[in-house]
């Protein structure tokens, strides 16, 4: 092969490699970007769907846990039946607005809270809001 082409397929997956790492990290980056459109939907999903109702933003006790300030703290759950400490972040808040029974917070594991009946879009837009409430310091 001619040292001319060689370098030529030498540059080309040198590219792609280049264009696969940014991919990579681009989306990456897209991900930890909250969309405010998204953070203002899930507040007022929040408020209308009735999550306000037992649960405070503000860090005042009310019947289940307040969601302010706990992302990235420990916490005791019960997940089926054996107490575990986990860190909190945006994969349990998911998991616990989708199945509310899964893994409860110990303190709260008498309260029950009800599945929600909204789409899974709806639940992503009020995790954005929980995520974005939480950055806030």
């Known amino acids: 092969m001619p040292a001319g082409q060689y370098f030529i397929q030498t540059m080309q997956k ?5 264009l696969f790492i940014i991919s ?5 980056r897209s991900n930890l970007k909250l969309d405010m459109n998204n953070i203002s939907k899930g507040e ?5 769907v009735g999550c306000i109702a037992c649960h405070s933003v503000t860090g005042e006790k009310k019947y289940g846990p307040s969601l302010n300030n706990i992302v990235d703290k420990e916490v005791n759950v ?5 107490t575990r400490s986990i860190l909190i972040d945006r ?7 989708r199945d509310p029974d899964y893994e409860k917070v110990d303190s709260f594991r008498k309260q029950t809270m009800p599945v929600p009946t909204i789409s ?7 995790v954005d809001y929980l995520m974005y409430i939480n950055d806030k310091k």
């Open 14 to 18: 040198l590219l792609i490699y280049i």
């Open 24 to 28: 990579i990290f681009s989306g990456c």
């Open 44 to 48: 007022k999903l929040f408020s209308d």
């Open 78 to 82: 019960i997940r089926e039946e054996k």
């Open 120 to 126: 899974e879009e709806d639940i992503k837009h009020i």
């Open 91 to 97: 994969r349990y808040i998911l998991r616990s607005v």
